[in-house]
């Protein structure tokens, strides 16, 4: 069984800084790309940043480049986000989820669209006050 879970969510101000991590059990994570997505009260969920098996790839949704670094640690088997001049706009729910590189990957495409991952984790709750 595949068990995702996030940690490192919390309440933190504008401009600054916060670190999210994933840590997946129940599989070998380097078989997996991985990403991060969001989902605001009322909003859809959208991909934030997702990263290939190898860490090699990346891909962000612009309005997140320059100031969110996504990582992967495969020997941890745990993902990182790391949150940089973090924004109100930023306050959502951020989910970790595993694809199990059933495609070459293709950042843009899999970070469009959360059909493509399979696992997901509960959850981790990113609040930014103004």
């Known amino acids: 069984q595949v068990q995702a879970v996030e940690s490192g969510g919390g309440l933190v101000q504008a401009g600054g800084s916060l670190n999210i991590s994933c840590t997946v059990s129940g599989l070998t994570l380097e078989d997996y790309h991985m990403g991060w997505f969001r989902q605001a009260p009322g909003k859809a969920r959208e991909g934030v940043a997702c990263?290939?098996?190898?860490?090699?790839?990346?891909y962000y949704r612009d309005s997140v480049k320059g100031r969110f670094t996504i990582s992967r640690d495969n020997a941890k088997s745990t993902l990182y986000l790391q949150m940089d001049n973090v924004k109100p706009e930023d306050t959502a729910m951020y989910y970790c989820?595993?694809?199990?590189?059933?495609?070459?990957?293709?950042?843009?495409?899999?970070?469009?669209?959360?059909?493509?991952?399979?696992?997901w984790g509960q959850g981790t709750q990113v609040t930014v006050s103004a």
């Open positions: 989820a595993a694809e199990r590189e059933t495609q070459v990957w293709n950042g843009r495409q899999f970070c469009s669209s959360s059909s493509f991952f399979t696992y």
């Open positions: 990263i290939s098996w190898s860490g090699v790839g990346t």
